[in-house]
């Protein structure tokens, strides 16, 4: 199993990005996938859920409105939309899939927030 983030670096608070997950050594198209991130000193935040057909079946109040998940099954990729970026969104973010009963996280990609 294999997941890499991309699309991380510094954005000025209002801005926008767009991460990407590459996945690999596993059916992609058929798990479901999740977005966290982790702020510096705090622990990890779940962001949201997506199943297999592109529905996003949960996610954070922290980001509701601004941030979106997607997946491109073609591709092995699972994207995160992130607008109106506020300083409070500077984290560590990544991307996982159930694995053995727990979750398997890529090593993330650093988002800052900063004017």
């Known amino acids: 199993v294999q997941l890499v983030e991309s699309g991380g670096g510094l954005a000025q608070p209002g801005g926008s990005l767009r991460l990407s997950c590459v996945a690999s050594g596993f059916t992609f198209s058929a798990s479901a996938m999740s977005w966290a991130r982790q702020a510096p000193g705090k622990g990890l935040e779940w962001l949201f859920d997506?199943?297999?057909?592109?529905?996003?079946?949960d996610y954070a109040d922290s980001v509701k409105g601004r941030f979106t998940i997607s997946r491109d099954n073609a591709n092995n990729t699972l994207y995160l939309q992130m607008n109106s970026l506020k300083p409070e969104d500077t984290a560590l973010y990544y991307c996982g899939r159930p694995y053995r009963g727990g979750v398997y996280w890529g090593q993330g990609t650093q988002v800052t927030v900063s004017s």
């Open positions: 997506i199943d297999t057909d592109g529905r996003i079946t």
